[in-house]
């Protein structure tokens, strides 16, 4: 063949004659190239998979596919030097162009029994899939931090707050390990999200197949996949992972958020909880006095990014054909990455923060004990040791709540005999606690040990939970190691094909 | 007690003084009371549930327990006549009262051990757990319905189409178990949902659990429930289980929406492909020709709809305090349920739709073989016979393809003697395939038999697809059938415990 | 004509023969209809209108239009009695068969010129424009609040936050006018939205208009409309206006929001700034102590649903055909007027809300003269006096601060002595500040007095500010007044145009 | 004051005496600093605005300020050189350092009177100002390029669609001029948007303003704002702006998808109506007859882009302090110049594509006389010749359409004995329409040159529109115009500030 037939492929246009319109390339072919390249490693995996099993399938004679394996690895070492990509087209023509240039017109094989929209497919689901591990990796690690963070305060008794009211004591470490377990869930969800991208979309061609005798399977294990994406037009249209794995990052940063809300409102003068580490922190320009919590702030703001990320890939996908188009192959996945570095970053901001945090103990077991948030235990001795009903007793309470207000009182000046006189005018009858069984009561110590219920905030519950949660922490981490170690496998099991090759020819 | 202690339980506000404001009724406590009435039936479980491990646990005697388990019969019967709830509260309190007002002050002892965070916490989960099993239900019915309808048109070829342009033939059914390919990993995400859903909240009470000695796990089996929530934070924190649920019915109906739009455009004068059936059409008030697929058109609206439901729950939780609020509590669920009733529908109403479906087979057979889209396998046949690169043969075609349209003729007028013409002209050799070869290589049904691979439209990787997927949707049925079976369970262990408790007092 | 021809409009189905499927009836139909029937009123108004124009234009001799607006008249009267409307066609088609029952065949006159597509399109319209006015009406009440709030609390100083943090001395009025200011665009984007809605569809027919020679100027001022939305096409497919009126109401949302998460953080035990009215709060089912400011959580909530609705609007339009269809016509619109309803809602209980918030006025203006936010104004008066550049200033000020922090110490403890130590290490400088100027400096109430500049806390700059707002807020009034004016003017016209016609046959 | 004084400021951070941890460096502070180095430009302007203010109010020296602006525009040139900027710091405080490094610690001066969080939320207000004259500028092309298509093709009839059925004839620029109709109301949104962008939020300092005599009204002037927004607290605690321009891209692109959905399908095979130029294709990799219109199908996806992107901004807000933070002025605006970037890259596209379409006018005139969406026009040609009711005239219309349809008919087999035939079976009567009115009703052509009424096809009311539509669109031109005038004086009256300072001193 002669050296001019490589030229049409310099700019594949095919059937068309007019090149691009230049505003065209400066709004989509251009950028999609730069975004695109930033994957051309995994299209690299894909050609080296898909062109050994042409070998085996002898598809393609053994020599031709050994050139074409050494020509790739010359592409990918940058060969030939200096020739930027032609903004044109795309990332894979561009490549093939080059091979072409490198290793002659038998470059245009290596695209048989395939399409660019089996490849592409194929080349987002790997680097979804890496990204996953990569923020599930960095959900474990957080978890980590907060399951260290809750051992160290699992004896701080702090007031729990509902609707940002005190509520009941409760520790630090029970409300770190809340957090913790929601985030488990979370990890649970990336993983599922893992197993539905996991899935090789390579021999659909462009959507019905192909009638070359290739073999799917092989190709799917040579990249680690879990599993062949079965039929071929799905295999193109789908793109309900991408609605997942966003969708499952949404939901890790709102987790996110609202412990970055319960933060920022801590380390107010007013709560003064908590000390924000330094490094976590800015001044203002003018206000000499400032410590602002600011990678808080980002961290929910990011949440309400990720979410409008999240929200973008089901948004592209509506009303779309089921099939293969720009929109599916294309725009549906331009957000997601920017997702997944902006969920790992909090992450990692997160699992520096937590460990760093100053709690001031001594203040919040303060404000426990001084506030009101115990009196929900004196209900219940009302009702264990009276047998009133506990509405009953609610309402006493309630009562005696007021007359302490009114006398801007504070939970101190409860006493037994105040206690009755309430009762009396509440319900006819005095209730007669004694006065150790009142202090108990409203001991926030007290209050948190004797909930050992489980998943309550006693110290024994509390440190069976952190213990659980471990478990299930190493068994996410086991898992994602096993994830590695496939990926792993396959690379090598890539390399060893490719050097028996090699030898061979 | 005398009578006069239930007078404040009948509008309960506790240490609050005045009532609520007309305007906070008329916009919050009256529509959230008759939103929340619609799950009456699962606060009932919940009571029953609770109050019977009161008695097993011994924290209210059996006497008692059993009074309020019949107090709570009458409730659910209807007494007392004729009193409408109180708007100014909510359900739970208005229950409460009544209870309070048929067994008198011993009502108020149902509420030991826990608090309205939990119990609505716990009703919610069970709603949204018996919605997640209907709505896959109704998928698994769609899938039935779309693989009924792919097996009867198994070798019906069309042009399959990529960027709304001809690609290459495929069949019906082909496309069709792309559908329910994709629908199937829907309902493993359904199912995903399900199991985060099915998590207890009961005895997390306020936030911090509880002193009385409750016992969570058995409240849990009594309703039917996978586990318990382990950390009570978390569990009257937690909404992830919503943000999901949202997720999974979005991913669906985009599903559902791409799927409509498909049928949208081949049911146009145009396209021709399908007759909408009647009874899923609407005509013009004023064009008496019209018949409109209004029914697609509301599908692919609704899963907007459904995106924006969706999109709403992590939105709302956004930047909450991880604890209880009535963001949390409240607002995050607001519209959940209409997004399952949508998603439902649309589910019910494709499933009668789809097997209804006219196909125009012989048109659609007819344009399959009248357009260009066999050509990629007269560029294989190229490649296969004369082992020329692949990116060569397509040019060679590609600029056939040109000649042909210049005379605005069809693929019919492809010949041996015009590809060598064309074949000179690009690659300077002659190709002489046989007429035959050409021939086969440009049948829509040959190009269509020739594709046996792995999930291809080839006859039999067709019926093999077909009877996979039957294996899959039967899975999933069982597995729905399980999770019923337990509910079940749950309810006659429930009702067997009440009988006994009440024989016994 | 003979009696047998109603026959078919009793369910409208034209050319199409079978019933509209029972399950599209369920999930399409039947819903719409209930729906759709809350705007009955706008359809009587535009038929009305309608059938006005046809008897001045002559298309319909008078008669025959008296007849039919008799026929209107008994029909919004609710004849005839007792029948159901039939739920598997629309209202409009509902409305022409018992119009058709009323007055014969003649009932079928009344669609001339027209189609369902205009007629649904105006009427949208016309309830979109009337929530429109009601939304504004409440947020120029809450301005009013807000305003009257703030003249009250014209000095009350409190700590400005930025980040949650203690930034600088404000007033509790300007944080207020801060806050109306920002309504005050609302209200023009409210304005802004209406204008776009106020153009009338009516004569756009199904897309194209009519051959008829109707005078849609006509019809479109006797139903008060600003404009005839001219060509036909866009007409029927135009929904802009519902994104702008769905993205204004999101907008005003995400501003109370705000307040509200402000709100809810002072009425903390810990900030203790506010107290919430308790008409605007509940307390807990087991929390005797509890009283927790519900209100501003379900405004906050719900600003996220707000948003969520919103979204949906462009979603549902986005890759429709720029046409009619039921994504158009019906599915854009299903989740705007709870979007109103919801805003209109928290803008009421908001305008009650605010004048009846306590403020603690003693306790907020300790705390601004306790913590540091008076620091920059040290600052400045070390800029201001000693020509320090700001940046030296600023180090000085912040090393100081952390001076006195070491020690534990408050903003009382700085004096001249320690700032010219600090000041020494510094820049090997001391300042030689008086003790008056120092003392100044750090008074908060001096701090405001001494922002007179535009738009600042001083009391003559916060005066004047209230006053400009009220003259806006004044100019929104008078226009609000003069477009429910011109809706009554039509209103009239339409009536009187109906009495002469009515009298002359 | 000596030279260690700077040290501080090179990396400042106040009283902080820990360095920003790494990890908030890597995912906060730099890319931070390197997206905010885009607007460097702004702060140039804002500085030299504030300095001359500085100036003009005496509370710096001249000489000071000559010194400093001189210092700013060696800044602004790039001096000092090669110093990276401090990934630590945000832009500002970097700025600040070099100032101070090349002229010493006076450029700790500029900063009197002001703060980060004015200065930030003015430079946001000119780069978001900037986009929407863009944006504008690029949508009145997009305009002008569909009137003039429209002008082109105002007589080439097609089928118009409604539910993508045929519905009645219109022409292309009916078509076009419904969707430029649509674009002139998205002119007048990005003008609002433009009016409450365009307001200076200098002077606010850190939310309470300053007690420095500052001139904000001058500020104001110098960078050619409209307004002061005048509440301090708003100024810095506002961005409603973000949300109505994020609101107005997203309704624009709503627009744009809609018109690329309509092009998409008649550029297909079936459909054929136009012919997309070969410059905004692209073909396939391996199907040589693909001609794909790639460019539509990526507006379609970045109109989901943009609306996602729109919904970011509240969804950042909702929630937030009513003042400033990193969510308010950070987060708020990140995604906001990628939708301006994205639409404004759209509108350019389309701008040339659509001048660039081949209409395919006799085959779409084919289809208009073929089909039956003229038969509305014979209904009212029976309402008008025989004073029938419009319901029965339909009714036997759509009886005839049913007969024709049996019988494999089409549009041509209408005949006045066929109507009659019908005539008789639904109403019992014949209508002895004459053969000349029947084929007139039915011709395309006749039937849109009938439709003269206001804004419908008709050639005279659409060569009105199309003026109309110029005139509007002039109209928006020359306020654009002037905007860009202002600019460009407030510009020149600084230049001219600066030079009369410099000369001075």
Known sequence: MEQGMTQPAVRFRGRLKKRVHPVVVAHITQPYLAAGSKLAEYHYE??????????????????????????????????????PFDPETDLYMNMESRLIALVGDLGGMMHIGRSRNDLYATVTRMAVRAELLCVLEATLGLIGAALGAA?????????????????QPVTVG???????????????????????????????????????????????????????????????????????????????????SRLCEDLTIWSTQEFGMIDIPEEFAITSSIMPQKKNPFVLEHVKGRAAQVIA??????????????????????????????????????????????????????????????????????????????????????????????????????????????????????CGQELDLSPSDVRDALDPRRNVAAREIFGGPGPQALQAMISRQHSRRDEYQRWLASRRAALESARAERAAARDTLLAQS
């Open 309 to 426: 990320a999240a929200t973008a890939v089901p948004t592209v996908l509506k009303g779309t054909s089921f099939s293969h188009s720009r929109e599916v192959g294309g725009e549906s996945a331009a957000g997601i990455f920017g997702a997944f570095a902006l969920t790992h970053g909090c992450l990692a901001m997160m699992a520096e923060l937590l460990p760093a945090l100053k709690f001031n103990t001594e203040l919040m077991d303060r404000r426990a004990a001084e506030s009101f948030c115990t009196v929900t235990d004196l209900v219940d001795l009302i009702v264990r040791r009276k047998r009133l009903p506990f509405r009953t007793a609610h309402h006493i309470v309630a009562e005696l709540v007021n007359a302490v207000h009114e006398q801007s009182g504070t939970v101190k000046d409860i006493t037994p005999t105040l206690i009755d006189r309430i009762a009396r005018s509440v």
């Open 174 to 256: 029970h409300y770190l390990t809340g957090v913790s377990q929601s985030l488990l869930r979370d990890a649970d969800r990336l993983r599922a999200a893992y197993i539905h991208t996991d899935e090789c979309a390579m021999g659909a061609a462009a959507l019905s197949g192909t009638s070359f005798a290739i073999d799917r399977q092989r190709v799917s294990a040579l990249l680690g996949f879990g599993a062949v994406l079965e039929n071929t037009y799905d295999a193109v249209a789908a793109r309900d992972y991408l609605v997942e794995a966003g969708a499952s990052l949404a939901n890790l940063m709102v987790t996110l």
């Open 46 to 83: 894909v050609h080296d998979a898909h062109v050994l099993m042409l070998a085996e399938r002898e598809l393609l004679d053994k020599g031709s596919c050994a050139t074409l394996l050494r020509g790739l690895a010359r592409l990918r070492a940058g060969e030939p030097d200096g020739t």
């Open 151 to 167: 051992a160290k305060q699992a004896s701080t008794t702090m007031p729990g707050y509902t609707h940002w009211q005190h509520a």
